[in-house]
């Protein structure tokens, strides 16, 4: 079958002229980043440079209801202030005031700043975008669709806004003259486009869905009505609003527990929280329809407070014990009670799949409580996981948890089951056990917990780009200690508050101060003037923001480390919880689909903590605390110190905290974008760290000198490997040179001689020499099958099983058919595709015998690009053969 063309990985990385722009894109979200070149020859351009401007289209690929293919992506945070005042209606909406308001947040794209949909943006078009021009070198598209192929193209605006020219607001769509090039005015000095697909929404070995997991302006636009004041109250909503605070958790969720099909299935569970409804009820479906449903639940049995005098609940038993009634699963024997121990809580997440096969199909694991507020309010992800090692290991973890062990006793197997990754040589650094592994699941209570801790801070003192965190209960001593320590890289902190105790605030404030450190605090606009005043959506009490468990080690490198799961990195998370967490070296898709989501959320977060305050602080109420200055005569007199706003007779936290003075005066930053030129700022540090990610292999052009003789050494070559080594030599490097356009020919699956074509390999040596140039040309890294295809290819073979005249055989048929389609619609538009679904719509599933559809199913298989020796297997033996 088909290997993943190169112009189409979800990262991709064009350079023209002094301008460079790069893609690394999950399902529903694409991290774009910029640069300029750091040559005499670009110094012009970075003077003059007033901002940049993206155009979006997509190429192929379903856009979103009511969406055009053509979008313009602009910063919304930069309002009119680019834009001179004047007559009509730029006059009317110039400015940041409440005049403003409608327009702001009516023509926001996906952007850094917000979450809001992107259709209104089409409305704006490029003259909305000339007035919200981006003033940085990243930016995140959240709008883009699932298995979509999409061209970016990035302007690099200059000139000054107060000279209007008559090209100003023109379209970039209607041609090159309607913008000028040059001239004291707004203009074009350079442009780039790249092209990059995202990836599928389901399949392959790690799949993540993370919800909204922030309101933002866009909600207040949904969801509140303009005459009303926000209200944290939960309020009713429409289904469409539900499924946009889902973004799709929820619907990949309960699509997971929908393939527990029947009789055979199996599903494990371990779960903390685990009352809300519609999930319980497709539990309690899938047990009707045939499948076995086992739950391990944290139920802490309540106990007696002498000191309250009365009787205490521990963790969420009542709640889970009505949804697991409502859904007829409490009285079914479906129910493992976690009692052990009293202290500590059952904090995991996951669901294990297990087929009739007795296989571990997939697991589903995360963050993400089985809870309204997990789902619908704060940050959560779903990950799924498909590794066979890693999901046998999660079968295990639970069928221990069934029998709810002893602390000690199930500690000391989890050390077993999950050991760190160690290296065999004593000498060798921390994580070189790590480097020859893809993945490794932990598994908690652990009796060496320090050692787990000690290995997440290895993680990130052994970085060498970038590090990404987030925390919801603020920073523990290991990871403060790490983040504090490591080497002078960007690093990215998103926090739901500064912490619960004293270190984790201390931690946090440090890092604050740490020149190559971002820290960004969970909040939202509540009266900033210009903004639509914004709300959560009261789902959440405990945890209102930020509650993903994510640390990303180099993500937009060639060996990204993700790392993500249940625990919050803390000691009673390693030591005493029940918890689950995966680290996965290595995947690149992986790390880009969660580095996006990762922005999405700390940009969010990081400009409403500039609007709110440059110094955001949270008591541990979760409210924004009030700066005192200490009054009474003493040796603390004059001090300026942070306390919750409300006495602790009327039910304050107690919290305070000490500001300490800055003798030292802050320079004056540089105006943009001189700053993200200057050695000494955090902008240029991330410039230069973007600047070098996202390593994309392209092929590198040969001088025509010595062609000739290259081209008659590649003829006398015998093997894969000599044929490889020639034709780096001529230019074709990692795959073959980029192609702007996705491959052709009759079937799905390249046949070699086509694709040493496609690939601008000389004619005569393709001819006398295919597969040995095809073999050289696809290399081990390109040549891995599409996950559709290979989906594809197992339906067929599938199908050749299926008879019609046993019991379950139509249900069986339906399932294959519809994993076919399902591939196949993620698949390009090619002839090959269509006669794919037109044999599989002309197969008569009513016939006495498989045997009536086998040629339909063996010509599926040439279409698909199918080994023609597995095909003649087939056809001889009347049945599908196994896979090599």
């Known amino acids: 079958p088909i290997p993943r063309n190169i112009a189409e990985m979800p990262r991709a990385r064009e350079c023209s002229g002094p301008l460079s722009l790069a893609a690394a894109t999950g399902p529903r979200a694409a991290l774009l980043v910029f640069n300029i070149g750091d040559g005499a020859e670009n110094d012009a351009l970075r003077c003059e440079l007033t901002g940049f401007v993206l155009q979006r289209e997509l190429l192929r690929g379903e856009s979103a209801t009511g969406a055009s293919k053509s979008a313009w992506l602009g910063d919304p945070r930069q309002g009119f202030a680019l834009w001179p005042a004047g007559g009509g209606d730029e006059g009317r909406r110039s400015g940041r005031g409440p005049a403003g308001e409608r327009d702001r947040w009516e023509g926001v794209a996906a952007s850094a700043s917000s979450d809001v949909a992107g259709d209104s943006v089409v409305r704006r078009g490029s003259k909305w975008a000339l007035r919200h021009l981006i003033r940085d070198f990243k930016w995140g598209d959240y709008t883009v669709e699932p298995g979509s192929l999409y061209q970016y193209t990035l302007y690099a605006i200059c000139g000054d806004s107060s000279q209007r020219t008559s090209a100003q607001g023109g379209s970039f769509c209607e041609g090159d003259d309607d913008l000028p090039t040059d001239g004291p005015g707004i203009h074009v000095r350079a442009r780039v486009a790249v092209r990059v697909c995202t990836p599928p929404l389901y399949g392959g070995l790690h799949e993540v869905h993370f919800n909204r997991g922030v309101t933002g302006q866009r909600f207040s636009h949904l969801f509140l009505k303009p005459d009303e004041p926000p209200t944290q109250e939960l309020i009713e909503r429409e289904p469409e609003q539900w499924q946009w605070l889902s973004r799709g958790l929820e619907e990949a969720l309960l699509h997971f527990l929908e393939f527990a099909k029947g009789h055979g299935w199996k599903i494990r569970a371990a779960l903390y929280e685990a009352h809300y409804l519609p999930v319980a009820r497709a539990l309690g479906a899938a047990k009707k329809r045939g499948a076995d449903v086992q739950l391990v639940i944290d139920w802490k049995i309540g106990a007696w407070s002498e000191k309250r005098k009365t009787w205490t609940q521990r963790g969420p038993q009542h709640m889970n014990m009505w949804a697991l009634v409502d859904a007829g699963l409490m009285d079914a024997g479906c129910l493992h009670p976690r009692t052990k121990p009293l202290s500590a809580i059952s904090h995991n997440k996951f669901f294990i799949l297990v087929n009739p096969e007795d296989k571990v199909e997939a697991v589903w694991t995360g963050s993400t409580n089985i809870t309204s507020g997990a789902i619908f309010g704060h940050s959560n992800v779903g990950h799924v996981v498909r590794e066979p090692g890693l999901c ?492 090599a």
């Open 392 to 883: 046998a290991q999660y079968l295990k973890y639970w069928e221990k948890l069934k029998v709810d062990p002893e602390k000690a006793e199930f500690a000391q197997f989890n050390d077993e089951l999950s050991p760190l990754p160690v290296a065999d040589d004593a000498d060798a650094d921390s994580l070189a056990g790590l480097r020859s592994l893809d993945g490794v699941a932990l598994f908690s209570p652990r009796l060496k917990w320090a050692n787990a801790l000690d290995f997440y801070a290895q993680l990130v003192l052994g970085a060498t780009q970038s590090v990404a965190f987030t925390a919801a209960f603020g920073i523990g001593k290991e990871m403060g200690a790490a983040l504090l320590s490591g080497a002078s890289i960007p690093t990215y902190v998103l926090l739901e508050g500064e912490g619960n105790w004293a270190s984790a605030r201390e931690t946090a404030r440090a890092l604050r101060k740490r020149p190559n450190v971002k820290v960004a605090v969970g909040t939202h606009l509540e009266n900033a003037e210009g903004w639509l005043p914004e709300t959560l959506t009261g789902l959440n009490q405990h945890v209102k923001y930020v509650h993903t468990k994510i640390l990303l080690v180099d993500p937009l490198s060639d060996c990204p480390i993700v790392v993500s799961g249940s625990a919050n990195f803390s000691r009673a998370s390693m030591e005493s919880n029940d918890e689950n967490m995966l680290v996965v070296r290595g995947n690149k898709d992986l790390a880009d689909a969660y580095i996006a989501e990762f922005f999405r959320m700390f940009e969010h977060m990081r400009f409403r903590n500039e609007v709110e305050g440059s110094q955001p602080c949270k008591c541990r109420c979760g409210e924004l605390t009030v700066e005192r200055v200490v009054v009474k005569q003493g040796p603390n007199t004059g001090r300026t110190f942070r306390a919750c706003t409300k006495p602790k007779d009327q039910g304050g936290c107690g919290f305070f905290l000490w500001l300490d003075k800055d003798d030292q005066p802050q320079p004056k930053e540089l105006p943009w974008p001189q700053r993200c030129f200057d050695d000494s700022s955090f902008q240029c540090l991330e410039r230069q760290m973007l600047a070098g990610a996202l390593p994309v292999p392209r092929a590198t052009a040969k001088p025509a000198e010595g062609q000739a003789l290259a081209e008659d050494g590649l003829r006398k070559k015998t093997t894969v490997e000599q044929i490889t080594d020639a034709l780096a030599a001529l230019g074709f490097t990692d795959g073959g040179p980029a192609s702007d356009q996705p491959p052709q020919g009759d079937t799905i699956g390249i046949a070699p001689s086509s694709q040493a074509a496609s690939s601008g390999v000389p004619a005569a040596v393709s001819e006398a020499q295919p597969e040995l140039v095809a073999a050289a040309l696809i290399g081990e890294r390109v040549r891995e099958v599409s996950e559709e295809v290979r989906q594809a290819v197992q339906a067929v073979h599938d199908l050749l099983f299926v008879k019609s005249s046993i019991k379950g055989g139509s249900a069986l048929w339906r399932e294959g058919r519809d994993r076919m389609e399902l591939a196949l619609g993620a698949l390009p538009e090619q002839p090959a595709r269509m006669q794919v679904l037109e044999l599989l719509g002309a197969i008569n599933f009513k016939a006495s015998s498989n045997a009536t559809w086998k040629p339909q199913c063996i010509e599926m298989l040439r279409c698909l690009g199918e080994d023609p020796a597995r095909i003649e297997e087939v056809s001889r033996r009347g049945r599908s053969v196994p896979r």
